[in-house]
């Protein structure tokens, strides 16, 4: 009946991608136990849809930095140089420029200063989410 149920959404709205979203909650659980679900949707929801990353306890914070691209990171480092060492820009030219286009979002809020510094705040639970685009992401880690 659910598979009805997710068919029948998928008609009406293709774009939200019900049946995707079933049978990913479905694997998850069948792999990982009910427990997880939970905590892979919200993962999930911090990848793609912009959640704020407070809303993500330290636990979810870690899980999402084993299924993201990760990095260390310290207070004090330049945005720009970590740009680069994160791999969403492959030089500090390429970084400028996209931090010029608006995009780049430190746990989403766009910036274009090339100078700003990392602090305490930009990692509310130890970690932060730098994205370039909405596609590609990396999940910063304080070292």
């Not at 293709?14 to 136990?33: C, F, I, M, S």
Request: net charge neutral; with cysteine; charged share 35%.
């Amino acid at each position: 009946m659910e598979i009805d149920a997710a068919l029948e959404l998928h008609r009406r709205k293709p774009k939200e991608r019900h049946g995707q979203q079933l049978l990913a909650r479905e694997v998850t659980k069948l792999v990982h136990g009910e427990g997880e679900v939970a905590k892979a949707e919200k993962v999930s929801q911090m990848l793609f849809n912009d959640v704020g990353i407070v809303e993500l306890s330290a636990s979810e914070g870690e899980s999402l930095a084993k299924v993201a691209p990760s990095t260390q990171v310290k207070i004090g480092d330049i945005l720009l140089d970590t740009i680069v060492s994160s791999g969403l820009a492959s030089s500090k030219r390429e970084a400028r420029q996209f931090l010029e286009e608006k995009a780049i979002s430190l746990n989403g809020e766009v910036t274009k200063d090339e100078k700003r510094k990392l602090s305490e705040e930009d990692f509310p639970n130890g970690f932060a989410l730098l994205k370039r685009g909405k596609k590609y992401v990396c999940v910063l880690s304080l070292r």
